[in-house]
């Protein structure tokens, strides 16, 4: 069964860091864009980084930039999410995606929604206190 599964939500005080995997099963990530997106209540989903496992390139929200850094381990077939310097808002549900079609360019566009992706997670809460 194809499918992704994130780990490494929870709370953490403003300041401080959290790492969030992706872990993909039944396919590998080789020749996909691997992306990360956030939603919270009343705010619209937002695409927050991505990395193309073709050239390893990656691009970044302009909202997390300079704090957020997305790496891949192939040998683990695994996507990593580092937070660091995280805020109150950066509270949400954090959801992989992965697409053999799409590029990472997307991530700067309107949201796509999750069925317009080859897989989605189910998401892990990250909920930053103040």
């Known amino acids: 069964e194809v499918q992704l599964g994130e780990s490494g939500g929870g709370l953490v005080q403003a300041g401080g860091s959290l790492s969030l995997s992706c872990a993909a099963s039944?396919?590998?990530?080789?020749?996909?864009?691997i992306f990360w997106f956030r939603k919270s209540p009343g705010k619209e989903r937002e695409g927050v980084p991505c990395?193309?496992?073709?050239?390893?390139?990656?691009y970044y929200a302009d909202s997390v930039k300079g704090r957020f850094t997305i790496s891949w381990d192939a040998t683990k077939n695994t996507v990593y999410l580092q937070m660091n310097g995280l805020k109150p808002e950066d509270t949400a549900v954090y959801y992989c995606?992965?697409?053999?079609?799409?590029?990472?360019?997307?991530?700067?566009?309107?949201?796509?929604?999750?069925?317009?992706?080859?897989?989605w997670g189910q998401g892990t809460l990250v909920t930053v206190s103040s």
């Open positions: 995606a992965a697409d053999s079609l799409l590029p990472c360019a997307i991530l700067h566009g309107t949201p796509k929604r999750p069925d317009a992706f080859d897989t």
């Open positions: 039944g396919f590998a990530f080789d020749d996909h864009a």
């Open positions: 990395i193309s496992a073709t050239d390893r390139s990656t």
